[in-house]
């Protein structure tokens, strides 16, 4: 009985640990084992400093392509990660376009982002949107530019008030802003995880950290991330969009 009973055990442990060694490699977003800090990602990029260079994908075929260069400015230290890249995307009652940007993301000794740079531009490139966002001094500026001309541009606080006036440069209906306010405790939250986990990329396994930014329980971009640093394999769902490093089978 007794011995009956250590086999069933042993049995049982094996077949517990086999579904969670599953579930770990299948879907790690489903279990905190092998949660790692979202820092540690930053750590992997600046450790090595590789370069990524990936293909846009939708429905298999290419639509554009995306760069991302972290670096350390020798001088001062400071951190940065470069992201560039374009993508042509049809919005709903238009035509296909074709997107540009450049950003740059700062960082912190402790890898926190303390400023953004976005350059964004469509159709003729002669014409962009420039978004600067400083999360230390707690402001932003948005401005629309052609060429070197400054064609309009507004500075926000990055509180309430600043959103308010963001949603009225945008022309939202006083009423509808209301609403907006109303239903902002029913906006779903926004959560970044890290998990370990692998992937088989050219027919080679390979140890990587999956990066998520979820909605709720809505995956809005999620990332494989090599040891590295190097972006290996990315989704954003809500698009239809796949990133792959060019020239690998689909």
Known sequence: ???????????????????????????????????VPVT????????????????IYSAAQPVGSLHIRPRTDAVT?????DVNGN????LP?????????????????SLSVDRIQLSLSSGERSSNMVIQVDLIGRKASFGARMGKE?????????????????LAKAG???????????SRSEMPEFSLRANASSMVLAGQKLSTVLLTLKAGDQI????????LGQVLRAQAPLFGLRLMPPNLPQ
Not at 2 to 23: D, E
Not at 77 to 81: D, T
Request: net charge negative.
């Open 1 to 35: 009985m007794v011995h009956r009973l250590i086999v069933i055990g042993i049995v049982g442990f094996w077949l517990a640990m086999t579904a969670l060694l599953v579930v770990r490699e299948l879907y790690p977003e489903m279990t905190q084992l092998n949660a």
């Open 40 to 55: 540690y990602v930053a750590q992997l990029f600046f450790q090595h400093e590789q370069s990524s260079e990936l293909q």
């Open 77 to 81: 230290g400071m951190r940065a990660v």
């Open 87 to 90: 993508v042509s995307l049809t």
């Open 93 to 109: 009652g238009a035509r296909q376009q074709k997107f540009w940007w450049n950003a740059v993301f700062e960082l912190s000794r």
């Open 150 to 166: 400054i064609l309009s541009e507004t500075e926000i606080t990055l509180d309430q008030h600043g959103l308010d006036i963001l």
């Open 172 to 182: 939202v209906e006083p009423v509808l802003l209301q609403q907006i306010k109303a």
């Open 220 to 227: 809005l971009f999620d990332a494989h991330v090599s040891q």
